[in-house]
Nanobody, 125 residues
Framework: VQLQASGGGLVQAGGSLRLSCAAS????????MGWFRQAPGKEREFVAT????????YHADSVRGRFSIHRDNARKTVYLQMNSLRPEDTAVYYC???????????????????WGQGTLVTVSS
């Protein structure tokens, strides 16, 4: 599965962005999808995940209530709607796919087999 992330950019604090991740493979519909991010000088961290059916969804504490993951299997695309952005949300955002994601490993990078190239989000104060 090849993944192409897009939608990043420069936004002011309090603003919104929507990231997209398009898959090339028809097996997308059976993949659980996730978003991770890596800020400068920091480890890559989990942001959100969504099961292949579209639910359940799970968001990291740091973004819960501000970010929302959803997917459109017909379009082979997963989205990350980001609202109320903060400077600390500045990072490269990566989408990832895996067929073996379960409840206990859903926030672990090792659960996801396929990764997109990343899209940069910069939030100015």
């Amino acid at each position: 599965v090849q993944l192409q992330a897009s939608g990043g950019g420069l936004v002011q604090a309090g603003g919104s962005l929507r990231l997209s991740c398009a898959a090339s493979d028809r097996t997308f519909s059976w993949q659980h999808m996730g978003w991770f991010r890596q800020a400068p000088g920091k480890e890559r961290e989990f942001v959100a995940t969504i099961r292949w059916r579209g639910s359940p969804k799970y968001h990291a504490d740091s973004v819960r209530g501000r970010f929302s993951i959803h997917r459109d299997n017909a379009r082979k695309t997963v989205y990350l709607q980001m609202n109320s952005l903060r400077p600390e949300d500045t990072a490269v955002y990566y989408c990832a796919a895996g067929s073996s994601v379960i409840h206990s490993n859903r926030a672990s990078q090792t659960a996801y087999r396929y990764w997109g190239q990343g899209t940069l989000v910069t939030v100015s104060s």
